[in-house]
């Protein structure tokens, strides 16, 4: 049978689960926020949080069960820091995690936003109470970032999406230090004209390492008369060389259709920068950002995703 894309993400029922009525002070909204299973068992949400001048800082939302009962940090938990990092101006957004075991600590890959545009910076944290910046390691204009949890052939990996011409892709790069970055190399590329992953994409939530290939959800962007439309694909890239694309969804996946996801500060955006898996390996827990305005939780499976991209990619895909 086959699986259909409507099936492989379902909703939570008690939808939105964060939104800016459940922060201890006062702010706009609450959205596009990294996740991670922390070593208790506690999902952490790092969200994004844009305070009521328009700027966005981090805090830190905790749940035993990761649906409820979040624990709120009671004050920003990472500010932007513009008197030491400049490209922090006009605050941080939009952050994903990744636990790194080589050094016991976790990569937080955020948009640093100043004058010059949206910029890839790199923080680590223990605790997620004390921070240790890297700065950025991207310049504008570059966004939808996150760290490959563990090097490959030596090299550590970042994923991004540079914008340098009228179409925007996304792009590796490799760095032996976690400072020095190189080895650029194209990963995925926004397709074109009506497709609904033209023109612009990025990576959504940091790729899954699976037996067959760093799995990745991705957000495509159609322009249209009323506005943009973000919707989530799949894509399966090699897992010793993750520039390498194996398989790719031909269909979204997954899309604005809820209130909650049609209307807000930005309309018909669904953006996840985190998910966690459950220790069985394959229940995928997805916290989206939904119309710029608060978070959501959709649950999927590895497996079925990876049988999607199976079938998909039996479809003779068609020239873009
Ligand atoms: C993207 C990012 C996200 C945002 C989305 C929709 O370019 O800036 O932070 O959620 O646009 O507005």
């Known amino acids: 049978m086959r699986t259909h894309h ?3 993400f379902h909703r939570h029922k008690f939808n939105p689960i964060l939104t800016a009525a459940h922060w201890p002070y006062p702010v706009n909204s609450v959205f596009n926020a990294g996740a991670t299973l922390l070593r208790d068992g506690t999902t952490l949400l790092l969200c994004r949080v844009e305070d009521r001048r328009g700027l966005s800082h981090f805090c830190a939302a905790r749940s035993v069960n990761g649906v409820d ?13 513009p008197e030491h990092y400049p490209e922090e101006l006009w605050g941080i957004e939009d952050p994903r995690l990744t636990y790194v075991s080589e050094l016991n600590k976790y990569a937080i890959v955020y948009t640093a936003y100043s004058r010059d545009g949206p910029g890839v910076a790199l923080a680590f944290t223990e605790d997620f109470q004390q921070f240790e910046r890297f700065g950025v390691i991207m310049p504008p204009e570059d966004k939808d970032a ?3 949890p563990h090097r490959i052939d030596g090299q550590w990996a970042v994923i991004h999406r540079p914008v340098s011409g009228p179409r925007a892709h996304m792009w590796i790069s490799y760095s032996p230090d976690l400072h020095n970055w190189g080895a650029h190399k194209l990963m995925l590329e926004a397709r074109r004209g009506a497709w609904w992953d033209a023109t612009k994409i990025g990576l959504s939530s940091p790729p899954i390492e699976t037996p067959e290939g760093w799995l990745m959800i991705y957000h495509g962007v159609r322009q249209t008369a009323a506005g943009c439309l973000y919707r989530l694909g799949l894509a399966l890239f090699d897992l010793q060389n993750p520039e390498r694309c ?4 031909d269909e979204w996946i997954f899309g604005p259709q809820e209130p909650y996801e049609q209307q807000g500060d930005v ?3 669904v953006f996840p920068c985190g998910h966690t898996v459950a220790p069985d390996g394959d229940t995928v ?3 989206y950002g939904a119309a710029d305005t608060s978070i959501a939780l959709a649950t999927g499976s590895v497996r079925s995703m990876l049988v999607w991209l199976e079938q998909q ?3 003779p895909s068609i020239e873009t």
């Open 6 to 8: 409507s099936d492989l």
């Open 267 to 269: 309309a018909n955006v």
């Open 246 to 249: 194996l398989k790719r969804g």
């Open 313 to 315: 990619s039996r479809t």
């Open 285 to 287: 827990r997805m916290y």
């Open 146 to 148: 996150a760290l490959l």
């Open 69 to 81: 009962q979040w624990q709120i940090d009671s004050l920003p938990t990472m500010m932007a820091d």
